[in-house]
């Protein structure tokens, strides 16, 4: 083989592998946007992306949106329900007996009509809710009210001054935004908010960390002054009082 003949060929395997290595690279970018600052500040001190910190699968899809349509047919439908007892004032029981109505006249009609308009009859498959199914739900509640009895139980046996009154303040907050709004507004903006706020998140995940570092840096300022100047003297208030 000539020599212009073996460069022509060193050229084009070394412009393969350049090409391979930068596609390579380019896709590790892409996959991985925290590999690069891995000590970088992330909000609640996640390593993950917002998929997979929010449990990936169908829930995380519908969250930020990765399926559009099922995400907006939620949304819709957690509006409309919430007008209607918001402000044309339905209640539930009425609601439920209704809706029930209207299903259970529209597959009889659809059922018993169809030999008229050479339709075929409506097929109503067979719902059984699997025993596994039931069984992880009642693990999972079972397991959440233990954990927030353990919790309670924790704050109110011993004598941590700071997780108490973290309580104590954690619950005067809730107390008044529960003053605000009625339970099933209150329900349907936690809703709004579970569609909303991660997918605005993910858009501006690196902008929303820069100010929630810079709130950190300050909130844990305030704790230590105090700490210093009122939660660290309880402790040895008590002590000398006994």
């Known amino acids: ?11 084009k395997v070394q412009g393969v592998f350049h090409h391979d290595h930068s596609r390579n690279s380019s896709d590790e970018i892409d996959g ?22 929010l449990g990936g699968g169908k829930p995380a899809d519908i969250m930020l949106w ?3 349509q ?6 819709a439908a957690a509006t409309v329900i919430w007008l209607l007892f918001e402000w044309i004032g339905y209640r539930l029981l009425p609601f439920l007996c209704h809706s029930l109505i209207l299903v259970l006249a529209l597959l009889f009609l659809w059922s018993n009509l169809s030999f008229f308009v050479n339709r075929s009859p409506l097929e109503l498959p067979e719902i059984v809710l699997p025993e596994n199914l039931c069984m992880s739900f009642a693990l999972l509640l079972r397991d959440r009210f ?19 009154l973290g309580a104590i303040v954690a619950l005067w ?13 209150l329900v349907y903006l936690m809703f709004v ?10 858009k501006h995940e690196d902008r929303v960390d820069a100010y929630a570092e810079k709130a950190t840096v300050k909130l844990k300022k305030q704790i230590s002054a105090l700490d210093e100047k009122v939660l660290h003297k309880l402790p040895n208030i008590a002590l000398k009082q006994r």
């Open 1 to 11: 083989m000539s020599g212009d003949g073996m460069d022509s060929l060193l050229d």
């Open 32 to 53: 991985d946007k925290h590999s690069k600052h891995p000590d970088k500040f992330r909000l609640f001190g996640r390593q993950k992306p917002v998929h997979s910190a």
């Open 66 to 68: 990765r399926n559009k």
């Open 70 to 75: 099922i995400s907006a047919c939620m949304l």
């Open 146 to 164: 233990n954990q927030a009895f353990g919790i309670f139980r924790q704050v109110a046996s011993e004598r941590d001054v700071k997780k108490f």
């Open 173 to 185: 907050l809730v107390s008044i935004v529960g003053s605000w709004f009625d339970l099933l507004t």
């Open 193 to 202: 908010a579970l569609l909303t706020v991660p997918l605005l998140y993910e």
